[in-house]
């Protein structure tokens, strides 16, 4: 998988899991990432109007994969992979590079 397909499908799925979460938790009687909220904490009195950004942390491992007679490509590594066919040789060079990025997030509101 790439990198950019990736992202997009992990961010995609963090937002429609919040979404449908939000229907489930209203006919329970809760709230999931309110649009405004006041609280009382640490002996404070806090709130806030707007949805506050949540950062969405990756922590990705990369691979470059070059194998003779074919084509190089960088992919995301999720994991043990078995690369070839049975009964067949092949020359193969492989890098992991790891990548740390982190990128905000506006969750779907309750009023939304």
Do not use: C, W
């Amino acid at each position: 998988m790439e990198l950019n397909q990736f992202i997009q499908n992990t961010l995609k799925q963090i937002i429609e899991g919040v979404a449908e979460s939000q229907a489930y938790a209203q006919e329970k009687g809760a709230i999931i990432n309110p649009s405004t909220v006041k609280f009382f904490k640490d002996g404070k009195n806090n709130s806030y109007r707007h949805a506050m950004p949540q950062d969405v942390q990756f922590d990705v491992g990369l691979t470059s994969t070059t194998t003779e007679g074919s084509k190089e490509g960088i992919g995301v590594f999720l994991g043990a992979i078995k690369l070839g066919k049975d009964n067949q040789e092949n020359s193969q060079v492989s890098a992991v590079t790891k990548v740390k990025f982190t990128v905000p997030l506006i969750l779907p509101t309750d009023s939304e």
